[in-house]
């Protein structure tokens, strides 16, 4: 079964595939498989993938495990699981991260207008985690579950990152 461990970049894909392999789960960086199939188009500042040429090489190999990466829900998988967090939350990791404003940003509002998941959503078994206040070994215990067909509660539309900010920010305004 490929499975595909998506999300904006900050939400935890990286620690969370790191546990899942511990526990024994074949995992693999989307960046590795562009590599092996020659799909990296340019490596100077930025890794850029050709997603297409990609996916379709990896349908032709046999492959169970775990795909991690932002791209890992292009990749025609049978589960994905699109990782989010608070894009307040994901702010603040970005930048702890040192990155570029415009980039934190970018990243911010992917997450706050469902990038991922949307774009995951053309893909059949799809689940939503939302990492913000757990620790990594309670989402990949929750991955875990789901890849096990336990998971049901995790299917999409329960989180509306456009609600909570907006509550958040009228709080703010109140005080």
């Known amino acids: 079964m490929k499975i ?6 900050g939400c935890g894909k990286s620690s969370v595939a790191e ?12 960046e590795e498989l562009a590599r092996k199939f020659d799909c990296v ?5 930025e890794i850029v993938v050709d997603v297409e040429k990609l996916a379709r090489e990896f349908s032709k190999i046999d492959f169970d495990g775990i795909v991690e990466g932002h791209l890992s829900h292009l990749l025609n998988p049978d589960v994905t699981i699109v990782l989010r967090c608070n894009p307040l939350v994901l702010k603040k990791r970005l930048e702890e991260r040192g990155w570029d ?9 992917a997450e706050l207008i469902d990038l991922i998941l949307v774009e995951a959503l053309e893909n059949e078994n799809v689940y939503e985690v939302d990492t913000t206040n757990r620790s990594v070994e309670e989402v990949a215990n929750i991955v875990d579950r789901i890849i096990k067909g336990k998971g049901g509660e995790f299917k999409p539309g329960k989180i509306d990152w456009i609600a909570e900010v907006e509550d958040r920010i009228e709080e703010i305004s109140r005080s």
Do not use: H, M
């Open 19 to 30: 546990k899942l392999k511990e526990r024994g789960y074949k995992v693999v960086k989307v």
């Open 41 to 45: 188009i340019d490596d100077n500042d």
């Open 101 to 109: 404003v415009n980039k934190v940003l970018e990243n911010v509002e």
């Open 4 to 9: 595909a461990l998506t999300g904006t970049p």
